[in-house]
Every structure is written in C-alpha cells, then in structure tokens.
C-alpha cells in the first residue's frame, strides 16, 4: 500500500460514505483497478471506516456529547430508582430512536453476514447494487415532505429506517441514500433527516470498523508505514466532513436525484464490463 493509493482510498471512501453513491462499491472497484493486495484491503476499511467516524463527530460533535451526557444520567437515574423519564429532554428520546434503527442492522448484518460478504467478489451485484441506489435516489424527490420531528418520530419509523439501512449493507447500495430515502418515508422533516441518516450511523460505522479491525489484527498489518495509514484516516475523515456539509445541503434543496443518473450510469458501465471480462 503506498502513500498515493492510500490518501486516493481515503478521500474516495469520505466522499462516498457520505454521498449517496454508495462507499463499498466504489472501494470494490478501486480495489480492483489499483491492484490493492487482498490482504491488505481489510485492514484499510477498517482505517478508512475510522476516518469517516471522525467526520461525524466533527460535524455532529454538541447532537452527540449531549446524547452521551443523557445516556450516563438515565443510567444514574435507572439506578437510583427514579425511573426513565423520557420527556426531561429529546436527548433521551432521540438516543432511543437510534438505537431501535441499529437493531435491525445489527440482526441483518450478523444473520446475512456470509451472504453479504459473497456480494463483494462480484462487480455484477455491485453494478445491480448501484442501479437500486439510483432508483431510490429518484423515488426520493417523489416523496411528499414529512413533518416528523425528534418529538413526533415514533420508534416504528426509527425500526423501518434501521431496515433499509441493514439492506445497504449490500455492495452498491448506498447507506447515506437508503437512510434518508427511508426517513422520508417515514415523514420525516427534511433536517431531521439528514441529521438522524448520520446519527444512526455511528453505532454501524463504529460496529464495522471494530469487526474489520479485529480481523485485520489477527492476519497482521503486513508491514504497511504508520504514515501511509495517518494519511488514509485523514484523507476519509476530511473528505468525509465536506460531503456530510454538502448532503445536507442536497438534502434541504431537493437535489439528491441528480445522484441517480450518476449511479445509473456506473451501474450499467459496471455490469457491462464485467460480462465482457469473464474474471469478474
């Protein structure tokens, strides 16, 4: 792993966590292309999977101290016999909500875990993945604005929004798009949106990189520079920040469809081009 391939992964994998186009897929194809040694591409997304959690904690950094904050005192208060007292700050509530999404990716992922991974070794189910991100990007726009907020959101909308981030698991689909897709569903408002698609994200990105680490740990780091490793992390973690900026933006303008087009089109090209090469 060199210096370059490093700090082009990293900026590749902030952008695209965040931008709704789908991060492993986009590294798959990377991968690929760059000739990365398959050893060594666990134990980058782990890193990489660091550099993005960074990004969310500068852009979200008071949504979660607060959220912490709230946690530690609702143990405190459990504990001391005074109850959950859900009302004596939306914290608490909004703390609930994403922990309710992250438990039908966290069923999801483990029970389809084999299946899942058996995706990332074809370019065809990447390119299809590609295709159903772009079709969900369009059918966005088509939704009506919801009015939800973090005191209306009811758990069933935080449950059905953790599924369609479970089903983004798959290569090609892209979370940030599935999430928010599936708030807009729910008749979420469109900053609430935003803002819980990123939030929900932190118990999965947090999850992967801990698994993808542990794994990586028990087959070595095969030598690969410390500095080479610091420039991943920081390339993912600030391309990352400027991509959450930019999607909130998207979000709030209703511009999120010109993604499909995108993803339609490298879907296609990616399919194309793996009939054409047997090895794929």
């Avoid at 189910?125 to 088509?142: A, M």
Wanted: aromatic residues 14%.
């Amino acid at each position: 792993m060199t210096f370059i391939k490093a700090v082009i992964l990293g900026i590749v994998q902030g952008l695209t966590e965040f931008l709704p186009v789908s991060s492993s897929g986009h590294l798959a194809i990377l991968e690929n292309l760059m000739k990365i040694e398959e050893e060594n591409v666990l134990f980058f997304a782990a890193m990489l999977h660091f550099g993005t959690l960074i990004s969310i904690l500068l852009v979200y950094y008071k949504d979660i101290y607060f959220l912490i904050k709230e946690f530690c005192l609702v143990i405190f208060e459990v504990l001391s016999g005074k109850g959950l007292d859900l009302k004596k700050s939306h914290y608490r509530k909004l703390g609930l909500l994403i922990i309710t999404a992250s438990i039908p990716t966290a069923i999801i992922g483990f029970t389809f875990s084999d299946f899942f991974e058996s995706l990332f070794h074809s370019f065809i189910s990447v390119g299809i993945g590609l295709l159903i991100t772009g079709t969900l990007l369009w059918i966005s726009e088509k939704i009506a604005k919801g009015q939800k907020n973090i005191t209306t959101a009811k758990y069933k909308d935080a449950f059905i929004i953790g599924v369609f981030q479970a089903i983004a698991i798959a290569p090609g689909i892209s979370r940030s798009g599935a999430t928010i897709v599936g708030s807009l569903f729910r008749g979420l408002t469109k900053e609430f949106t935003v803002r819980f698609s990123f939030l929900i994200s932190l118990p999965a990105v947090v999850g992967a990189s801990l698994i993808e680490f542990s794994d990586a740990a028990s087959q070595g780091f095969n030598g690969v520079e410390p500095i080479v490793i610091i420039a991943g992390i920081l390339a993912a973690a600030l391309s990352g920040y400027a991509a959450i900026n930019v999607m909130i933006r998207l979000v709030t303008n209703q511009k999120l469809f010109y993604f499909s087009f995108y993803t339609w089109a490298l879907g296609v090209g990616i399919i194309i081009f793996s009939l054409m090469s047997p090895i794929y």
